[in-house]
């Protein structure tokens, strides 16, 4: 990828990132606060800290425990039931892309463009990358996995930081600055590239399959550009994801083909269950689509234009943060307001996770709001 096109994705992404603030005369006025009479319980069970986050944060849940990171370099274990650490470390730099650990191993990558491993707060290497990131590395099957902004694929060993091998795919004439799919199946590699869900053997480097969720349409490249976004949303041999401003669409990963795309705009990741998948659109419109056809199951407007994180379906439930900090619980029945809790006042930016019952909320200032609906 040439500089220029990264100057022009960084460009394109602090643009879009820009129109998403509520503070100009003209900007559109997020919907209010609907009232609600809490239909279920649920509260705050413990509460922590990170140094506020500045860069595309992605949460980790391992097992019983939370794998967090902080702008300031700070990685931190967390056990899921408490929140008590279980360790902690800095790796001295300040932070481009969250933390991606299998619950031994982590790793991170720094605004010097270093990827980063750790084995349980123990530094073990570093190496630079070529180009940057802002997607969280995967550490799967005792390797390092980290994508590029220009999609391609680095694998290292974990416990030396040997590169085993690089897959590199053909130019596209732009890329989006935001993280893209990097996740496990089985045996296999899923990496996004461009609007194509790609599977890739993790011992080589080599594509098993592809298939593509979008075909994108305008008149210039910033129009065309749909780029598959993180995080990708897993249900059985069943993988969903968002063509950026595109496309929402699911591939059976065992065949390696798609099973359904639609047309819908939105810049953010996806959350899926067995039965739906559920995403907002580009006015925060959530929608839940059958996980197996792509039919509309309902959509609900009483979150428009309040900058929705992706959503976690958990059961019953779909949980949703916004730009103020407020955690929506919506029935995955019906998309209507179940409970609401608040944390910190600013924003969600992170995908919600989930350890057992409980629910870890991440927010721009540092806050870290474990939640339990009762």
């Not at 003209?26 to 606060?33: C, G, Q, Y």
């Not at 968002?242 to 639609?262: H, I, K, Y």
Request: proline fraction near 4%; hydrophobic fraction near 45%.
């Amino acid at each position: 990828m040439s500089l220029k096109n990264l100057a022009a994705a960084a460009l394109a992404f602090g643009a879009l990132a820009g129109c998403s603030v509520f503070s100009s005369s003209t900007a559109i006025k997020p919907a209010e606060l609907e009232q609600i009479t809490p239909a279920i319980a649920g509260r705050v069970v413990w509460t922590a800290r990170l140094d506020s986050v500045k860069f595309p944060l992605a949460l980790t849940s391992v097992g019983d425990q939370f794998v967090v990171a902080g702008s300031d370099g700070t990685v931190q274990a967390l056990q899921a039931s408490d929140g008590r650490a279980l360790w902690s470390a800095n790796v001295g730099q300040k932070l481009a892309a969250g933390v991606g650990s299998d619950g031994r191993f982590a790793a991170v990558v720094t605004t010097g463009n270093e990827v980063v491993a750790l084995d349980v707060g123990q530094v073990l290497w570093r190496k630079t990358l070529p180009t940057p990131v802002v997607a969280a590395p995967l550490v799967a099957g005792e390797r390092v996995f980290v994508l590029t902004v220009d999609r391609q694929v680095h694998a290292y060993d974990v416990k030396n930081g040997d590169k085993i091998w690089i897959l590199r795919r053909p130019g596209e004439p732009l890329t989006l600055a935001q993280p893209g799919v990097i996740a496990a199946f089985k045996d296999t590699l899923i990496v996004g590239q461009g609007t194509r869900m790609a599977g890739v053997d993790p011992l080589r480097g080599t594509i098993r399959w592809e298939a593509s969720v979008a075909n994108p349409r305008g008149t210039n490249e910033v129009e065309r550009l749909a780029d598959l976004v993180g995080p990708l949303a897993r249900s059985g041999e069943t993988l969903c994801a968002r063509a950026f401003q595109s496309a929402v669409g699911c591939v059976n990963a065992e065949r390696g083909s798609l099973m359904w795309s639609r047309n819908v705009g939105g810049t953010l990741g996806v959350g899926a269950d067995a039965k739906q998948v559920v995403g907002g659109d580009a006015s925060d419109r959530l929608s839940a689509w059958n996980i197996s056809n792509g039919d509309v199951l309902w959509t609900a407007e009483q979150f428009l234009n309040r900058r929705l994180s992706t959503p976690l379906i958990l059961g019953a439930t779909v949980i949703v943060g916004d730009f103020e900090g407020q955690v929506h619980f919506i029935s995955a029945a019906t998309g209507k307001t179940q409970l609401r809790l608040a944390t910190d006042g600013s924003a969600v930016v992170a995908a919600p996770v989930v350890s057992g019952n409980t629910i870890l909320i991440a927010t721009r200032n540092g806050g870290l709001f474990a939640m339990r609906p009762e």
